[in-house]
């Protein structure tokens, strides 16, 4: 019993040792303390919904989660009051926020903090981000809801999309063709229990990182890759928005 006592003790220390040692390491490698990777979950088939061509798939108006909120226009932001003047981003995964913990931390909702406490409260800020939109899925959106906001600013990033589209569907990319329905529902993932534990530890998210940094990508589908209409493609319907 004291023989087991000890190794178990042994055991901890030396978890612990490691622990402190990862923390101060990313501390100096990234000039930043560490902080608990913990994540929200991204329940795509409860806010997802299949849409009639060529947008294919939308955002659930009015949907309410711990995590994710859609508005009445179908976008992961405030409810619209229509203000004075409107900031619109058209934007892919980095812009709709993915896996954020704590819907708060959302940078339209953060932007909008920042603009009260400098006492501007004249400006709306709308999140259209969607994460899996080609540009031709983000030009159809503009045409059928989002022009109608008449924003006063549009920032637009989208493009990644289109380009890893191209380069996995190979001969078969056309412009327009979305990701299948089953690939936008896989996107879907759930933490279990022991990998939120672990997402606390400094140690096993550094050894997580790495492995999916050295984690392949997405396998094309032949040789061919239509990089030139593509871009064209892209373009165009950035182009049409503007």
């Known amino acids: 019993m004291y023989l087991a006592a000890e190794i178990t003790g042994g055991v901890l220390l030396t978890g612990a040792c490691l622990e402190i040692s990862a923390r101060l390491f990313y501390r100096k490698k990234f000039q930043i303390p560490w902080r608990s990777k913990v994540i929200g979950e991204y329940p795509y088939r409860e806010f ?17 989660s711990r995590h994710v909120n859609i508005n009445c226009l179908g ?24 896996k954020i913990l704590d819907e708060k931390g959302l940078w339209c909702y953060q932007l909008k903090d920042i603009l009260h406490r400098n006492n501007i409260s004249d400006w709306e800020i709308f999140n259209a981000g969607f994460p899996g939109y080609n ?16 924003p006063d600013i549009v ?6 999309n289109d380009i890893t589209q191209a380069y ?30 672990l997402f606390h530890n400094c140690l096993y998210f550094m050894y997580r990182r790495k492995k999916i940094t050295e ?12 990089l030139r209409e593509c871009m064209e493609s892209i373009s165009c319907n950035a ?4």
């Open 48 to 64: 997802v919904e299949k849409a009639e061509p060529p947008i294919h798939f939308q955002f659930k108006k009015g949907f309410r």
């Open 75 to 98: 976008m992961r932001c405030a409810e619209p009051e229509m203000k004075k003047k409107k900031l619109l981003v058209i934007g892919e995964s980095i812009f709709f926020g993915p």
């Open 135 to 150: 540009t031709y899925q983000y030009r159809a959106w503009w045409e059928k809801t989002l022009k109608k906001i008449e």
């Open 155 to 160: 920032i637009i990033q989208c493009g990644v």
């Open 168 to 197: 996995v569907m190979g001969e078969k990319w056309e412009p327009g063709l979305p990701w299948q329905w089953d690939f936008i529902m896989r996107q879907q993932r759930k933490t279990k229990w022991w990998q939120k534990l």
């Open 215 to 226: 984690r392949k990508g997405f396998e094309p589908d032949g040789n061919v890759f239509k």
């Open 239 to 242: 182009g049409k928005i503007v």
